[in-house]
């Protein structure tokens, strides 16, 4: 939960996850990618279930993406590992299933780990409203459309957060 709603220094690595990593997850990452440019964060997706490993994204989302400026067309699906909670230093799930799933394999992480080993922060994406990011992958062109401006919004609050720093 984002408890300090004043400026706060961005992470220098980030991984977003959804369940799949071809709809959600890598547009947040390619939103973010896009926004973030002038600041030094290392930007990364992935799956908690293995269904599209190593697949493109939908290509919806990267259709919608391009129109929005978003270019996802290098991404590649992955699972999220117990290791990431070590690489990243935070990790947003895109809802609260994910959330809950990621909260699991965190646990694992810690405890394999020697005692005080760094551990990425973890939360719901939208942290602000505690809104999850809409799947769009039943839906049609416009849930895209939908996902894209729900990331963009929350992007752009995580960066009035990371300003200054």
Excluded at 38 to 57: K, M, Q, R, W
Excluded at 92 to 117: V, W
Aim: net charge neutral; proline share 5%.
């Amino acid at each position: 939960m984002v408890t300090n709603r004043h400026v706060m220094p961005h992470p220098k690595s980030i991984l977003f996850v959804c369940l799949g990593n071809i709809c959600r997850s890598p547009s947040a990452e390619a939103v973010m990618r896009a926004k973030c440019q002038n600041l030094d964060i290392v930007f990364d997706s992935a799956g908690t279930a293995g269904y599209h490993i190593g697949e493109a994204p939908d290509p919806r989302a990267v259709k919608v993406g391009a129109r929005f400026g978003y270019d996802l067309s290098t991404l590649r699906a992955r699972q999220v590992t117990a290791a990431d909670f070590g690489k990243f230093e935070r990790i947003f799930a895109m809802d609260e299933n994910n959330l809950q799933n990621l909260e699991k394999l965190r646990q694992k992480f810690i405890q394999s780990q020697p005692a005080h080993t760094p551990v990425a922060t973890l939360s719901l994406f939208d942290d602000f409203t505690k809104q999850s990011v809409a799947d769009p992958y039943y839906g049609d062109e416009q849930d895209f459309i939908a996902q894209f401006e729900h990331i963009s919004r929350v992007a752009e609050r995580w960066l009035e957060l990371w300003r200054t720093h």
